[in-house]
C-alpha cells in the first residue's frame, strides 16, 4: 500500500497557484518525498523531491512541515498544461521501486 | 537528449499468445524499472534492475511474467499465455545510481497492451 494520502482531485484556476498537499505522517527519517506527474496518456513525469528542508526549482516549490508528517507541492502560477495526476511518493534513498498511490487529479481551468 | 523509449507503442494480442516488450533506457542509466498501469489507477511495480540482474522482482505477478536485460542496457518484458486482466499501460523508467544512491526515475510513454 501506499505511504502516502491524498485528495482525489482538485480545481485550480488558470494563473492562480495550485497547492497540492500530502500526507506522510508513517514516514521515517531517512525517505524522501518525491513529486511526479502524469499527464493523460504520457509516462509520469519527475517534478521534485526533498528529505526535510523546503526545495524549489523550474516546475515547483516543495514545502514539508517541521514533523515531516506531511508536504505540499506549490505550482506557482498554473496553466491549462499542468491539468495531470500528480503522485506523491515517500521511498528511500536506495530503494529502486516506486509505491504509487491514486494521486491527486488537478483540473486547471481557464 | 533522447528519452526512454518503448517499443511497440500498441500491442493487441489474443488470449493465449506470447508477447515481448521493449525497453531503450537512457544512455549511462544503470537502474531499470518496469511498471503496470491500469485504467483509473497509478503505476504498479513489476521489477527492477541495476546493471543486468534483477534486484527486485517482486512486483511480477506470476510465472507467467519475465523480464530480461542481458547487456545492462535494453530490456524486454515477456508475458507467456497471455489472459485477458494483462491488459493494461506496461512503463519502463530508468535512474541513475551514484554511490548507492537512486535518482529521480524518467519514464517513458508506455506501451498499451491489450489481450482479447
Known amino acids: 500500500d501506499a505511504k502516502t494520502t491524498q485528495p482525489p482531485s482538485m480545481d485550480c484556476a488558470e494563473g492562480r497557484a495550485a497547492n497540492l498537499p500530502c500526507n506522510h505522517s508513517?514516514?521515517?527519517?531517512?525517505?524522501?518525498v518525491y513529486w511526479y506527474r502524469q499527464i493523460h496518456s504520457q509516462g509520469p513525469q519527475y517534478i521534485i523531491h526533498?528529505?526535510?528542508n523546503n526545495e524549489t526549482n523550474e516546475m515547483a516549490s516543495l514545502i514539508i512541515t517541521e514533523d515531516r508528517k506531511s508536504s505540499t507541492l506549490i505550482l506557482p502560477h498554473a496553466t491549462l498544461r499542468d491539468t495531470a495526476v500528480y503522485y506523491c511518493?515517500?521511498?528511500?534513498?536506495?530503494?529502486?521501486?516506486?509505491?504509487f498511490g491514486k494521486g491527486t487529479k488537478l483540473s486547471v481551468k481557464p | 537528449g533522447a528519452g526512454v523509449s518503448q517499443t511497440p507503442s500498441n500491442k493487441v494480442t489474443e488470449k493465449g499468445k506470447y508477447v515481448e516488450l521493449r525497453c531503450d533506457p537512457i544512455?549511462?542509466?544503470?537502474?531499470l524499472y518496469w511498471y503496470r498501469q491500469s485504467l483509473g489507477q497509478g503505476p504498479e511495480f513489476l521489477i527492477y534492475?541495476?546493471?543486468?540482474?534483477?534486484?527486485?522482482d517482486s512486483g511480477l505477478p506470476n510465472d507467467r511474467f519475465f523480464a530480461v536485460r542481458p547487456e545492462g542496457s535494453v530490456s524486454t518484458l515477456k508475458i507467456q499465455r497471455t489472459e485477458r486482466g494483462d491488459s493494461a499501460v506496461y512503463l519502463c523508467?530508468?535512474?541513475?545510481?551514484?554511490?548507492?544512491?537512486?535518482?529521480?526515475?524518467?519514464f517513458g510513454p508506455g506501451t498499451r497492451l491489450t489481450v482479447t
Open positions: 523508467a530508468s535512474s541513475l545510481v551514484l554511490s548507492g544512491t537512486q535518482y529521480e526515475q524518467y
Open positions: 534492475f541495476q546493471g543486468t540482474g534483477a534486484a527486485d
Open positions: 526533498g528529505l526535510k
Open positions: 508513517t514516514i521515517s527519517g531517512n525517505e524522501y
Open positions: 511518493i515517500v521511498t528511500g534513498g536506495s530503494q529502486g521501486n516506486l509505491i
Open positions: 544512455s549511462g542509466h544503470t537502474a
